[in-house]
């Protein structure tokens, strides 16, 4: 005969309900914004992984070099990053040892929803941006949710801290707040700017963010690598 488990919550001393469960999840923190240019790109994240008001390390990067024109960024469940990124790490080897060329930032997007969407019954609890060149030179920025949504955008945000950073960037980056607003870009330095202050300014209201902010820029020099402390508390 089987045995069915009671799943009835218990009453602790404190009289709150403690429900227990299966929850293969955690949320480690973690926030990101990228922006999209005529001929760069920089994506940015925070260094701090966290558990609740337990910080576990102040100095992690979550921003991953793919190929020479492409970095992937992700937040979220720390455990389920590393696991994706080497699957796809994995997936760029066998396409570079097959083709004898590496991918396109352009089919690192597509490969990457499809392996989000391929565990969309179990999704990694990730958030991801992905930011990159295209062939022509030209600056790119993919959002993504757990379960493998694609959508390139001039500039994103995503992690604990998005509704703090997204503001500032359709403000500035995506001209929401005017009436005509004229067709011009950011450039590379009015970029790496922002990206500084918007971090700067999340950190002062998530405790999730802080410590210091990561920051790639690529364009057809490379990748170059900044970093901006924030604060520690």
């Known amino acids: 005969m089987t045995m069915i488990r009671d799943q009835t919550p218990e009453i602790t001393s404190s009289g709150l309900v403690q429900r227990h469960g299966f929850n293969p999840y955690e949320d480690n923190g973690g926030s990101l914004a990228a922006i999209a240019g005529e001929d760069f790109a920089a994506i940015a994240a925070d260094t701090r992984l966290c558990i609740g008001y337990q910080i576990l390390t102040r100095n992690l990067s979550r921003l991953f070099k793919l ?40 089919a690192v997007a597509q490969c990457c929803a499809t392996m989000l969407y391929a565990r969309r019954f179990f999704p990694y609890y990730a958030w991801t ?55 011009t870009l950011v450039t590379r330095a009015q970029a790496v700017t922002l990206l500084k202050d918007i971090f700067i300014s999340a950190a002062e209201r998530d405790i999730n963010c802080g410590d210091s902010v990561q920051i790639m820029i690529i364009s057809k020099d490379g990748i170059e690598e900044l970093r901006e402390k924030l604060r520690e508390d």
């Open 67 to 106: 190929t020479n024109n492409t970095v992937w960024a992700s937040s979220g469940c720390w455990c389920d990053c590393l696991m994706f990124n080497k699957y796809l790490e994995a997936r760029l080897k066998m396409y570079n040892y097959e083709h004898d060329q590496n991918m396109s930032t352009t």
């Open 129 to 183: 941006l992905l930011a990159g060149l295209t062939e022509t030179g030209k600056g790119v920025v993919y959002s993504y949710d757990p379960v493998g949504h694609m959508e390139m955008k001039p500039y994103a945000a995503a992690g604990s801290a998005s509704g703090l950073l997204l503001p500032p960037l359709d403000s500035i980056v995506g001209k929401k707040n005017q009436s005509n607003p004229d067709s």
